[in-house]
C-alpha cells in the first residue's frame, strides 16, 4: 500500500481497513482512495475513506495550490520537473503552457522565474476553475494569462519563446500546434511515453518531423518515471533553428 499527502489529504493507492488511523496524523481531514484516472481529460473517480473532505492547498516548491482531488488529478511522479524548469526560463521569456491543469508548471514559473507572460491553457473546465484560482493565490495575475479550451487552436495564435508540454499519452499530437507558436531559437519541454528501446529515438524523430524544415537540437533530456512495465515517461528540452 502506497500513500502520498496531499495539503491535509491522504491518498491511498488501494483499500485499507482501517483509514481512520490516518486521521491521527496531525493536521489530516481526509483520507481518499483513487479507483480510477480516465479519459483525456484525466478525471479522477474516487471514495472518501475517512474524513469528508475532497478539497484541500497543497504547497509544493514555494507555491500554493488550491485543488478538489475528487474533479482534478494530481500528479506527484512530476515533482522534480515542476522544481527544474522555473530554473531555465530566461528573463523576460514568453512562455506557452499548452496542458496548464490547475498550473503545476505555471505557477511555479511565474513565482520563481521572470518571465514577461506565461500563457496558460486548459481545456478542462474543472481545472481550469482551480488554474484561475491559484494564480489569485499566489498573486500572479499580471504575469500569467489562463486561456480555456484546446491548445490546438489556441497556442497557434500565440507567440512563444519557451512551450512546456507537460502531458503523456498522445502528446505528438500536439506538436504541430507547438511548432506553430514557438519563436525561432524557442524552446519546447516536450514530454512523452515511450518503451525503453526506443527511449529517446523516438521522441526526437517525432519532433523533427513536425518542425521541419526548421532544424531542431536536443538540449537536454530527464527520465521522470517509470510510467508502466517496459514504458517510460521522459522529457527532451529541444531548441528549434
Known amino acids: 500500500m502506497k500513500w502520498v499527502r ?10 485499507v481497513e482501517d483509514p481512520e488511523r490516518f486521521l491521527e496524523m496531525p493536521g489530516v481531514r481526509g483520507v481518499l482512495l483513487v ?27 514555494g507555491c500554493l495550490f488550491r485543488i478538489d482531488l475528487s474533479r482534478v488529478m494530481w ?17 523576460g521569456e514568453t ?10 508548471f505555471s505557477i ?27 494564480i489569485e493565490l499566489n498573486r500572479v495575475e499580471g504575469v500569467v494569462k489562463p486561456h480555456l479550451g484546446d491548445c490546438r487552436s489556441i497556442a497557434p495564435e500565440l507567440d512563444a519563446d519557451r512551450v512546456i508540454m507537460g502531458y503523456v499519452g ?30 529517446f529515438s523516438r521522441p526526437i524523430k517525432r519532433i523533427e518531423r513536425a518542425a521541419h524544415p526548421r532544424r531542431v537540437s536536443v538540449l537536454d533530456r530527464h527520465v521522470i518515471k517509470k510510467y508502466s512495465p517496459g514504458v517510460w515517461h521522459v522529457v527532451l528540452d529541444v531548441r528549434v533553428h
Not at 522534480?80 to 530566461?90: K, L
Open 6 to 15: 496531499i495539503g491535509d489529504i491522504i491518498v491511498l493507492n488501494r483499500d
Open 35 to 61: 479507483e480510477e484516472i480516465s479519459g483525456p481529460l484525466r478525471k479522477p473517480r474516487v471514495r472518501v475513506l475517512a474524513g469528508e473532505c475532497t478539497e484541500t492547498i497543497h504547497r509544493e516548491n
Open 75 to 91: 500528479s506527484r511522479g512530476n515533482i522534480n520537473e515542476r522544481a527544474r524548469i522555473p530554473g531555465v526560463v530566461e528573463d
Open 95 to 104: 512562455v506557452v503552457d499548452m496542458f496548464a491543469g490547475i498550473g503545476y
Open 108 to 134: 511555479p514559473v511565474a513565482v520563481h522565474s521572470n518571465p514577461g507572460r506565461v500563457h496558460s491553457i486548459e481545456i478542462n473546465p474543472d481545472s481550469f476553475e482551480f488554474l484561475k484560482s491559484n
Open 170 to 199: 498522445t502528446t505528438h499530437h500536439f506538436l504541430e500546434a507547438a511548432m506553430e507558436c514557438v519563436n525561432e531559437g524557442g524552446v519546447l519541454h516536450y514530454h512523452e511515453t515511450v518503451p525503453e528501446n526506443i527511449m
